[in-house]
């Protein structure tokens, strides 16, 4: 199995390309389900989780496409041939869940598996469930599996619905079912995530009629039919947050092609309070550190515009070597401070409390032997390796794999002392 090895690294220069998001485009390629007409997504991240979804769709019967070296996902949903999504490609990913509204509004059933996904919490279907229910959809747990069925097989109704939460999977999956309703379908409480504003945008250029979407209440009209389109992908926030930190973490300045400080702004003002300097560029945006220490700064995730549970444990990363004692307190997800164990193992000062962990930043950390643990937490073990003093080995780098292309290239082409190791 592959291993990651970082050294010490730094200053830092150079420019890094920001990819296409991971969690836009798991959810952008199931919507191309509502429709029998091919649907083209550009500027697609290269990323084991794209491969999932696409073998999860193709196992439904899509032909997916991969053009200009995966930069292209071309898809048509014209031949359904099953609705039954397995477990054995779903265990592996739990945006699986979002193929659950679309099939169900095309087909008028979906037997979906119970997802799996990052071990970082319970992640439950509930909300997902009582969304769709208000659509008019049958819904059981049979043997693991949820069994969603139309009103006879027909079409689904609009409905109004509040959600309990405002999961980002739950809204993507009512407003991908409500496209196709019988009337006019309400979400109140819905999440409000840059990445559910890109599916709603491809969603209109297939024809939907869909508004407010990036506000707490969306409004969607049902039509009859959907047809194909062309989307490139948003930007991805998470990738573009955790290369922000590297020059922040190692020194010196680097630029991110296609960064946009809008869809990040909770996070870049802490960056800015602890003492980092973000400037926007024609292209995207350059990042330094503005003295030689950064300040210790508190954090709290919370759903979007708030700090983003994905920069968690990034955030850490950058804290446990600021002046001061930080506290990052997780609110999205119970069981998301694996990393912490890791970055311990690397002479960190990290005292986790339930959903609080308090960081007291250190002189210097040590590279060590670490292990990755789900995606976010494993990005956050190289970063630290960045300012580790010696060497840092990062093992089950398939974590990394699944959100983050080319991790090793477009750090090392800025400087970093960084190798994939067997
Ligand atoms: C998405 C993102 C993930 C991000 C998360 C929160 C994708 C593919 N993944 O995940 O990277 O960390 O948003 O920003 O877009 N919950 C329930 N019942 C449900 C659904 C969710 O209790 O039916 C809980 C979850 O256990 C979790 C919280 O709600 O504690 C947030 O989940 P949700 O917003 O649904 O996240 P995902 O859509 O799974």
Redesign the pocket.
């Known amino acids: 199995m592959d291993s990651i090895v970082v050294e010490e690294s730094g200053p830092l220069n150079g420019k890094i390309p920001i990819a296409g998001a991971?969690?836009?485009c798991?959810?952008l390629m199931p919507a191309t389900l509502l429709s029998d007409e091919p649907v083209t997504l550009t500027n697609a991240p290269r990323l084991s989780?794209i491969g999932t979804m696409s073998l999860l769709l193709q196992s439904l019967g899509v032909e997916v496409e991969t053009l200009n070296e995966g930069l292209v996902l071309a898809l048509s949903s014209h031949a359904l041939k099953t609705t039954r999504a397995d477990y054995d490609i779903v265990r592996k990913?739990?945006?699986s869940?979002?193929v659950l509204g679309p099939l169900l509004a095309r087909a008028g059933e979906a037997i979906v598996s119970l997802p799996g996904?990052?071990a970082?919490?319970?992640?439950?279907?509930?909300?997902?469930?009582?969304a769709l229910r208000a659509l008019g959809a049958e819904i059981e747990l049979k043997d693991g599996y949820l069994h969603a069925m139309t009103p006879n097989k027909g079409r689904l109704v609009g409905g109004t619905h509040k959600l309990k939460?405002?999961?980002?999977?739950?809204?993507?999956n009512f407003i991908m079912a409500a496209c196709l309703a019988k009337g006019r379908s309400q979400l109140k409480n819905a999440?409000m995530?840059p990445?559910i504003v890109d599916l709603v945008k491809c969603l209109k250029s297939m024809g939907a009629n869909i508004s407010g979407e990036g506000t707490k209440t969306i409004t969607i009209n049902g039509v009859e039919k959907l047809q194909g389109a062309t989307h490139s992908v948003v930007m991805d926030r998470?990738e573009l947050g955790t290369y922000m930190l590297a020059p922040v973490i190692a020194g010196g300045e680097v630029e991110l092609v296609g960064g946009q400080m809008e869809l990040l702004e909770a996070f870049c003002n802490k960056l800015m309070e602890a003492g980092v300097e973000i400037s926007e560029t024609a292209n995207g945006l350059t990042v330094k550190r503005k003295l030689d220490k950064i300040n210790a700064v508190d954090v709290t995730t919370a759903?979007?515009p708030g700090f983003?549970?994905?920069l968690q444990a990034q955030m850490m990363a950058l804290m446990c070597t600021a002046s001061g004692v930080s506290t990052l307190e997780e609110t999205?997800?119970?069981n998301r401070f694996m990393h912490a164990p890791e970055l311990i193992r690397m002479g960190a000062q990290i005292d986790v409390q339930g959903g609080i962990a308090r960081v007291k930043g250190v002189q210097k950390l040590k590279g060590a032997q670490v292990m990755a643990t789900d995606?976010?937490a494993s990005v956050s073990l190289i970063l630290a390796g960045l300012a580790a003093q010696g060497k840092t080995r990062v093992s089950r780098v398939y974590h990394l794999d699944r959100g983050y292309e080319k991790l090793v290239e477009k750090l090392e082409n800025v400087g970093a002392k960084i190798e994939r190791v067997r």
């Open positions: 991971k969690n836009a798991l959810t989780d990913m739990r945006a869940n979002l996904g990052c970082i919490g319970a992640r439950p279907m509930d909300l997902h469930i009582s939460f405002a999961s980002v999977g739950a809204t993507e999440a995530e990445e998470i759903v979007y983003p549970t994905d999205i997800f119970e995606l976010r």
